[in-house]
C-alpha cells in the first residue's frame, strides 16, 4: 500500500513538537503515514513525545547533526514513495494539509518537489510577518531553471521547513550533508537543472515563524550567505541581478506595508534590523575573505566551520 513518509529533524522541541505532532495525527488522507523523527540529543522529553505520537525515533549525536545529513539519514529508514519534510516547530494548518502538499507528485512525474506557504504565528514580531508574506504568498507557482543562466534566488527558492519530494528524485539527489545551511535550496537547484520543475502550493500551509535578535538575525544572514554559491548565486550576474531586484522592493515594500497597516513607528527599528541581516547576507556572500576565527564568531552554527 502507499505510504506517505514524514520526516522531522528533532531537537528539544518540547510543546512545538507535541502540537506539530498532534497536527499531523489530524490530516484526512487515504494512505498510511508513517513519522520519523532524528533526534540529535534533546535533554527534554522530545523523543517520549515523538513515541507517544507512533513515530520511529533515529538518534545521533548532537555534533553530528547537519540540516542535510539528518534528513538523509531519516529518508534512508522511511518506506514511503514520497517524503515529506517538516520543522518541529512548524504547524500544519487545518486537516487538509498533508493531501495538498503531495498532490502534485501524484498528477505529474515531472515536478520533482512541493513545498507550501508558511506563515508567522499571531504573536510574531511585523518584520517576520512581512518576510514571510514576502517570500511564500498568496499564490502558487512552477519553477524552471533549465541552465545555470537560469538559477537564482526565484527559481530555486524551497524550504524543508514544509515540503515533499519523490523517494526516487531523493535517491538521485540526496542532500548535501556538507554545506551549512539551504540544504533545501541547493538541492532544488540541483534536480532542477537536471530538467524538472518544483511546485509551490499555497494551499498547503504551516505556522511558522522566529523571534530573533538582532545579532542572531545577523548570524542566520551569514549563514544564508555563506550556502548561497551551491544553491542561487552563480557566476552569471543574472542572479545577483535577481538578488539585488527582490532586496529592493522587499525594502520599499516593508515600509509601505508598515505605513498602510498602521505601524509606522515601527519603521526605525525595523531598518535596522533589515540592515542587521543585509551585513550578514553580505558577509555570508564574501564569507571567503573572512578569516575563520571570524566566521566561527558569525555564525549562528557552532559546528559549521572547523
Excluded at 83 to 100: E, H, K, R
Excluded at 194 to 200: K, N, P, R, S, V
Excluded at 227 to 243: C, D, I, K, P
Aim: proline share 5%; net charge neutral.
Amino acid at each position: 500500500m502507499f505510504v506517505l513518509s514524514i520526516v522531522i529533524p528533532v531537537k528539544d522541541g518540547g510543546d512545538d513538537l507535541a502540537r506539530c505532532l498532534a497536527a499531523i495525527d489530524a490530516q484526512i488522507i487515504d494512505e498510511p503515514v508513517e513519522i520519523i523523527a532524528v533526534d540529535s540529543g534533546s535533554s527534554d522529553d522530545s523523543v517520549e513525545t515523538a513515541l507517544r505520537h507512533g513515530a520511529t525515533v533515529l538518534r545521533i549525536p548532537p555534533e553530528e547533526f547537519t540540516h542535510g545529513g539528518s534528513r538523509n539519514l531519516g529518508a534512508e529508514h522511511a518506506h514511503g514513495r514520497i517524503l515529506v519534510f517538516i520543522s518541529q516547530d512548524a504547524l500544519p494548518m487545518g486537516t487538509g494539509w498533508l493531501s495538498a502538499l503531495v498532490a502534485p507528485l501524484r498528477d505529474d512525474e515531472n515536478v520533482a518537489g512541493v513545498y507550501g506557504r508558511q506563515l508567522a504565528h499571531p504573536e510574531a514580531a511585523a518584520a517576520e510577518v512581512y518576510f514571510l508574506n514576502f517570500m511564500y504568498g498568496p499564490n502558487g507557482r512552477r519553477q524552471r531553471a533549465r541552465s545555470v543562466a537560469q538559477v537564482s534566488m526565484d527559481t530555486t527558492l524551497f524550504s524543508n521547513v514544509n515540503s515533499a519530494i519523490r523517494r526516487e528524485l531523493w535517491q538521485r539527489f540526496p542532500f548535501s550533508s556538507d554545506i551549512v545551511m539551504s540544504e533545501d535550496q541547493e538541492w532544488s537547484r540541483r534536480v532542477l537543472l537536471a530538467g524538472y520543475d518544483l511546485i509551490y502550493e499555497p494551499h498547503a500551509p504551516v505556522r511558522h515563524s522566529h523571534s530573533y535578535t538582532l545579532l542572531a538575525a545577523f548570524r542566520r544572514f551569514f549563514d544564508s550567505g555563506v550556502s548561497a554559491e551551491r544553491a542561487y548565486m552563480t557566476a552569471e550576474s543574472h542572479s545577483a541581478s535577481v538578488l539585488r531586484g527582490r532586496a529592493a522592493r522587499y525594502v520599499v515594500g516593508e515600509v509601505w506595508w508598515l505605513w498602510r497597516t498602521g505601524k509606522a513607528r515601527l519603521i526605525p527599528y525595523n531598518a535596522i534590523y533589515e540592515l542587521a541581516k543585509m551585513l550578514g547576507l553580505l558577509a555570508g556572500l564574501n564569507h571567503r575573505r573572512i578569516p575563520l576565527s571570524l566566521k566561527r564568531r558569525f555564525t549562528g552554527l557552532p559546528n559549521a566551520f572547523r
